[in-house]
């Protein structure tokens, strides 16, 4: 199985960005998943959950800010970022837990 991350980039603070994670040969449907991040010298921290049937879960940190959401029938998952800070500047990974299926990461600078 694979997930494979788009949508990083640069913004400034108060910006906004959406990622993707496309998932195959992953049993997307039956998988709750998660968003984590990982900054220069920090431990990957998780940010978000999402089950199968769509419940979300957020870190302190983001709540309010962000959304997870996901597609079972195109395999998708998203996280909407809203109201960046320089203080989520990270490389971001979706997580599959079914199989313990990490994506590649992509990164989120946010500076001005």
């Known amino acids: 199985g694979q997930l494979v991350e788009s949508g990083g980039g640069w913004v400034q603070p108060g910006g906004s960005l959406r990622l993707s994670c496309e998932a195959s040969?992953?049993?997307?449907?039956?998988?709750?998943m998660g968003w984590y991040r990982q900054a220069p010298g920090n431990e990957r921290e998780l940010i978000a959950q999402?089950?199968?049937?769509?419940?979300?879960l957020y870190a302190d940190s983001v709540e309010g800010r962000f959304t997870a959401s996901r597609d079972n029938a195109k395999n998708m998952l998203y996280l909407q970022m809203d109201d960046l800070k320089p203080e989520d500047t990270a490389v971001y990974y979706c997580?599959?837990?079914?199989?313990?299926?990490w994506g590649q990461g992509t990164q989120v600078t946010v500076s001005s």
């Open positions: 997580k599959a837990y079914f199989g313990q299926i």
């Open positions: 040969g992953v049993m997307f449907s039956s998988s709750a």
């Open positions: 999402i089950t199968t049937d769509g419940i979300t």
